[in-house]
C-alpha cells in the first residue's frame, strides 16, 4: 500500500495518523514541500483554517499542495482541510486566509457556530453502507464546523444535514453581503467527493470507526490505478 502523507502543520493529524495505523497503513507527517513527493495521497485535518494557513504559507507549502490538487493526487480535507480545499468561503470578517481550492465549492466556515455550539449527529451516507448490508449511516462529530453552501456540477454529494430554519443562519460575520440566503434551503452539504478530493466537514479520524479512511484509501487506490494505466498506454502507444 503507498504511503498516506498527513499535513501536520496543525491540528488532528496525530488521530489521522491513528486511523490510519489501524487499517494497517503507515501516514506521513508532511510538513515541508519536498516531502510531497514520497506520499502517493495526503490527508489534510482539521484544527484552524487561518494558523494553518499561516503555518503552510511560512513553509512555503502552497505552491507544493496546489500542484499535488492539480495532478489530480487524491486529497482528503476534514473540517479545515475541506476549508482549505474549497475554490471559495464566506463567514470571515476580511478577506480571510489563503486557499489551495480545487473543490468547487463555496464552504461557509464556522457555519454551525462557535466552538461550544460543536455538536454530534447521525448522518446518512450511502456510499459508506457495505455489499454485505453494514450500515449506511455515520456518527459524525461536527467541531466549530464549516458547511458547504454551493457545489458545482461536478462534484458529488455523499452527505447533507437538515438545518432547522431558526438554526439556518449563525454568522460570525458582520458584514451584510456575506449573509448568504440559506434561508430557502433545509439543509446544507458535510461531505463530497471531486473526482481526486474528498471533502468532510466533520471529523472522522476523531471517532473508532474508520470507514472514512477506508474510503479515502480505496479512493486513492482506484486513482493510483487509473493513473498507472494511463501511464502504461502511453508507454504502449
Ligand atoms: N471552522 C474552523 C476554521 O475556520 C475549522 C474547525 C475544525 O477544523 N474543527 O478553521
Redesign the pocket.
Known amino acids: 500500500m503507498a504511503l498516506v502523507g498527513v499535513l501536520a502543520l496543525q ?2 493529524f496525530n488521530e489521522h495518523i491513528a486511523a490510519l495505523r489501524r487499517l494497517g497503513v503507515k501516514g506521513v507527517e508532511i510538513r515541508k514541500p519536498e516531502q510531497l513527493q514520497n506520499v502517493a495521497s495526503l490527508i489534510i ?8 494557513a499561516k503555518l503552510a504559507e511560512y513553509h512555503n507549502l502552497f505552491p507544493a499542495l496546489r500542484e499535488f490538487v492539480k495532478m489530480r493526487r487524491p486529497v482528503w480535507g ?4 475541506l ?1 482549505f480545499l474549497a475554490n471559495k468561503t464566506t463567514g ?1 470578517k476580511t478577506g480571510g486566509q489563503e486557499l489551495i481550492g480545487g473543490l468547487d465549492c463555496t464552504v461557509h ?2 457555519f454551525f457556530g462557535s466552538q461550544i455550539q460543536s455538536f454530534e449527529a447521525e448522518l446518512s451516507v450511502p456510499e459508506l453502507a457495505s455489499k454485505e448490508g453494514g450500515p449506511e449511516t455515520f456518527r459524525g462529530v461536527f ?4 458547511a458547504i453552501l454551493e457545489a458545482g456540477p461536478e462534484v458529488q454529494v455523499l452527505a447533507d444535514y437538515p438545518v432547522p430554519s431558526k438554526q439556518l443562519w449563525h454568522s460570525d460575520s458582520s458584514v451584510e453581503d456575506q449573509k448568504v440566503s440559506v434561508e430557502v434551503e433545509s439543509k446544507v452539504i458535510v461531505a463530497v467527493r471531486q473526482g481526486n478530493i474528498l471533502a468532510t466537514a466533520f ?1 472522522p479520524e476523531l471517532t473508532a470507526d474508520t470507514r472514512w479512511h477506508s474510503y479515502f484509501l480505496k479512493m486513492a487506490n482506484d486513482t493510483g490505478e487509473e493513473a498507472s494505466s494511463s501511464l502504461v498506454s502511453v508507454h504502449v502507444n
Open positions: 491540528g488532528s485535518p482539521g484544527g484552524e483554517s487561518t494558523t494553518m476534514t473540517c479545515a482541510g476549508i470571515q466556515r464556522n467541531i466549530r464546523a464549516p471529523h
